[in-house]
């Protein structure tokens, strides 16, 4: 299942809840109080701002702390070679990346070179990509990128099902990794996958 474009807005939080939350993306740091919580580098178009604020409240429901460049404090007022390397280095501190893989993010050159820094930093077990496509366009028109199919997606359980060790599942958000030694797809509930 490919998101579409306003899926998460039943997930955003209220406006206080979001100036609290922007308010600490804000002053992210390595020493920041929240470090007792998985913390997450979200890559995004800044187009994509509007969506994102869904997805930052279904993470934050769940218990993690995000991390987006387009509300950080710290950024230069300019984009030039500090930029890039505080994105690397909070790359590298925060425990999961996950790309909102938007047609626009796929194109974008910085979204590519942070999940590159992503890839050397996290292996692909702390990296998810979460595909979003066009409102009102079927998954096969979601352009994708080759290279994206060798990473987990999240993706959404509507029906309670079994996993592959006969396990009941319920509905909800999963990192769904297909092993290609067996063929098998494997799924993780997204909150386990976050505290892994």
Request: with cysteine.
């Amino acid at each position: 299942m490919i998101f579409e474009r306003g899926y998460f807005d039943n997930h955003l939080v209220n406006e206080s809840e979001i100036k609290k939350s922007l308010d600490s993306i804000r002053n992210f740091s390595a020493s920041s109080e929240y470090s007792y919580k998985p913390t997450v580098f979200i890559s995004h178009k800044h187009e994509d701002l509007k969506d994102l604020r869904g997805v930052i409240g279904m993470l934050e429901n769940i218990g993690a702390k995000v991390y987006i460049d387009s509300m950080d404090n710290k950024m230069p007022n300019e984009t030039n070679g500090d930029t890039a390397k505080r994105i690397k280095d909070v790359i590298k501190y925060c425990k999961k990346f996950i790309l909102l893989a938007t047609d626009k993010a796929i194109e974008s050159y910085w979204c590519n070179w942070e999940l590159g820094i992503g890839d050397v930093h996290k292996f692909k077990r702390h990296i998810a990509i979460l595909p979003m496509k066009e409102k009102g366009t079927y998954d096969h028109n979601y352009k994708g990128n080759e290279y994206l199919q060798i990473y987990p997606q999240i993706h959404y359980r509507d029906t309670s099902s079994y996993n592959l060790w006969g396990e009941y599942i319920t509905s909800g958000f999963y990192v769904q990794d297909v092993k290609s030694n067996d063929g098998k797809t494997y799924i993780t509930p997204l909150k386990e996958w976050l505290n892994q």
